[in-house]
C-alpha cells in the first residue's frame, strides 16, 4: 500500500558526498516536465543525454552539464525521473538542489499552479524504495542494490550483481511455484475428505514435497555461503600474554599494525583488520593478553582484558594461540586451562573455537595430540598460514569450492532465517503427511506458512517496519 509521502516528488544529490569530477542531482515523480524546463531551459528528448545550461531563477547559469529525462514507467523508480550531470563540487551540487526546490514552488505561466508541488528531500534509499513499490525490483533486489555498493571484495560484489539481476529471486520464485501446486492440490482435496488419502497418493504429493524440500536445503545452503560473502565473520585472536597473537595478526595482514615486543601484555586495547580469504571478509581482532586480573600489571591491563572477553563474546570464531615454548611452564599450562575452560563455556552459544599452537621455528616441545581442532604454526616465520586460512575458512562455514562456481548470490542474515522457517514448516508438514491419520488441514497450513515465509524475502509479505530498517540503512540519494 502506497503512503501519502510516497506521492510526493523527491530530489536529492545522488554522489558520495565530497569534491569529484561528475556530480548528479535526482529528481523522481510525476509531471515533472515544467520543472525540467524551469531548471533546464528547454523540454528533453526522452532517454537522450543533452548539454545544456542548468539556469537559476534569473537565467543565469549555475553550471553547464547533461541533463537527462526518463519519463514513466521507464525509469529507476518507475516514475518520471530527471538526472542533473554536474561537475561534481558540493557547492554547485547544493546550488543545483536547492534550484530544483525552487522552481517546484514557482508558478507556471500556462497553468498557473506551482511547477512541481510538494517536491522535497528524499529520504535514505527511497528512490530505491519507489522501485521496489513501483515492482521495478522486488526487495531481494533492492537489498542487492545496496549490497553491491557495501561489497568489500570482488567475490561479494559479484554475488550482488546475480542477486540484483534476480539469480536470487528467481530461485525463490521457482520453489514458491511448486509450493503453490502442491497447495493448490490439497486444498482440492479438502473438499472430497472420502477421497482425499487416494488422491494424494495418486498425485504423489509425498514426491512433490520432498522435491520442494530438497529445492529449498540448496537455496538455503548458497544463501548462507552469500551471506558469508556479504557479512564475513569475526574471528578473535586470543590467549595468554607474549604467544604471538600481534605477531600472527601482522602475518594475516602482511603490514605492521599492532605492536611486538618481548614484554608481555604490549596490546591493551584491541587492533582489527579486514582481510579476505577466496573472497569471503573475515574481521581480525587482535586483544589484550588473558591472565587474572589480580596478576594484571596496572588499571590498564585490567581494562584490557575486559574488553578481550568482551570480543570474544561478540565474536563468531576464536584463534585460542598457545606459546610451545613455554608448555611446562610452572603456571602457564593451569592459566591456559582456566582460559580453555572459560571458552568452552561461551562455545555452548555457538562460539567456534580453533587451537593453534604457535612458534613451532623455535619451540623443542611438539604440539599436544589430544587437542581436537588444533593445528601448529610460526607467525614470525609464516610456516603453516595457509593451513591456517583454509581452516579459518572452515569455520566460517565457507565452501571449498564455493568460489569457484557461480552459483552463489548475495544474501542477508533475515534471507538465511525465512528460509530456515520455510525448510522447519515443510518438515512440520512432511510430519502430518506421514502420520497413521493424515492431518490434512494442518498439512495445508504448514505449506501455507512456508510459502509466506518464502514471500518475505522478495518482499510480498513485508511489514512496513521491516522496510523502513531495510531502506533506511541506504545512502540518500540511492
Not at 603453516?384 to 565452501?399: K, N, Q, S, V
Request: proline residues 4%.
Amino acid at each position: 500500500m502506497l503512503l501519502p509521502r510516497h506521492q510526493d516528488p523527491i530530489v536529492a544529490v545522488a554522489t558520495a558526498p565530497g569534491r569529484g569530477a561528475i556530480g548528479i542531482v535526482r529528481v523522481s515523480g510525476r509531471d515533472i516536465e515544467p520543472l525540467i524546463e524551469a531548471v533546464c531551459g528547454q523540454r528533453l528528448a526522452p532517454r537522450h543525454a543533452t548539454h545544456l545550461a542548468f539556469r537559476d531563477a534569473h537565467g543565469v547559469a549555475i553550471d553547464h552539464g547533461l541533463a537527462l529525462h526518463f519519463p514513466a514507467p521507464h525509469s529507476y523508480t518507475g516514475e518520471s525521473v530527471l538526472e542533473l550531470q554536474a561537475h561534481g563540487g558540493p557547492v554547485v551540487l547544493q546550488l543545483l538542489l536547492a534550484r530544483c526546490l525552487e522552481a517546484a514552488q514557482e508558478t507556471d505561466a500556462r497553468s498557473g499552479a506551482a511547477r512541481l508541488p510538494g517536491l522535497r528531500l528524499a529520504a535514505p534509499g527511497e528512490f530505491t524504495e519507489r522501485a521496489f513499490l513501483n515492482d521495478k525490483l522486488d526487495l531481494a533486489q533492492a537489498e542487492a542494490v545496496m549490497d553491491l555498493i557495501d561489497a568489500s571484495t570482488e567475490a561479494a560484489a559479484r554475488s550482488a550483481g546475480r542477486s540484483l539481476g534476480g539469480a536470487f529471486s528467481r530461485e525463490i520464485g521457482r520453489v514458491a511455484e511448486a509450493l503453490v501446486r502442491l497447495r493448490t492440490l490439497v486444498e482440492a482435496t479438502l473438499d472430497f475428505p472420502e477421497e482425499e488419502i487416494d488422491f494424494l497418493e495418486r498425485a504423489d504429493a509425498r514426491g512433490q514435497l520432498a522435491a520442494i524440500e530438497a529445492d529449498v536445503h540448496g537455496v538455503l545452503d548458497r544463501a548462507r555461503q552469500g551471506a558469508l560473502l556479504r557479512e564475513g565473520i569475526t574471528v578473535v585472536l586470543a590467549g595468554q600474554p607474549n604467544t604471538g597473537k600481534s605477531s600472527l595478526l601482522n602475518a594475516l595482514v602482511g603490514a605492521e599494525l599492532a605492536i611486538v615486543t618481548p614484554i608481555p601484555g604490549t596490546t591493551r586495547d584491541k587492533v582489527s583488520e579486514t582481510i579476505q580469504i577466496e573472497g569471503v571478509p573475515l574481521h581480525v581482532i587482535d586483544t589484550a593478553g588473558l591472565r587474572d586480573e589480580a596478576a594484571a600489571t596496572d588499571e590498564v591491563e585490567v581494562i584490557g582484558i575486559a574488553r578481550s572477553w568482551g570480543e570474544i563474546e561478540r565474536a563468531d570464531a576464536v584463534v585460542f594461540l598457545h606459546d610451545l615454548t613455554r608448555i611446562g611452564e610452572p603456571g602457564y599450562d593451569a592459566a591456559d586451562a582456566c582460559i580453555a575452560e572459560r571458552l568452552r563455556a561461551l562455545g555452548r552459544h555457538a562460539l567456534r573455537i580453533l587451537h593453534v599452537y604457535n612458534k613451532i621455528d623455535v619451540a623443542a616441545a611438539a604440539a599436544p595430540s589430544d587437542v581436537p581442532d588444533s593445528l601448529t604454526l610460526s607467525a614470525a616465520r609464516g610456516d603453516g598460514l595457509d593451513a591456517l586460512r583454509r581452516r579459518l575458512l572452515d569455520l566460517a562455514g565457507w565452501h571449498a569450492d564455493a568460489s569457484a562456481t557461480e552459483g552463489v548470490y548475495i544474501a542477508r542474515a533475515r534471507h538465511v532465517q525465512a528460509l530456515q522457517r520455510t525448510r522447519e514448516h515443510l518438515q512440520h508438514a512432511r510430519g502430518h503427511l506421514a502420520s497413521a491419520d493424515p492431518a490434512l488441514d494442518l498439512f495445508a497450513e504448514e505449506l501455507r506458512l512456508a510459502h509466506d515465509a518464502l514471500g518475505e524475502i522478495v518482499g510480498r509479505f513485508t511489514p512496513d517496519a521491516l522496510l523502513g530498517e531495510i531502506f533506511g540503512r541506504f545512502c540518500i540519494g540511492k
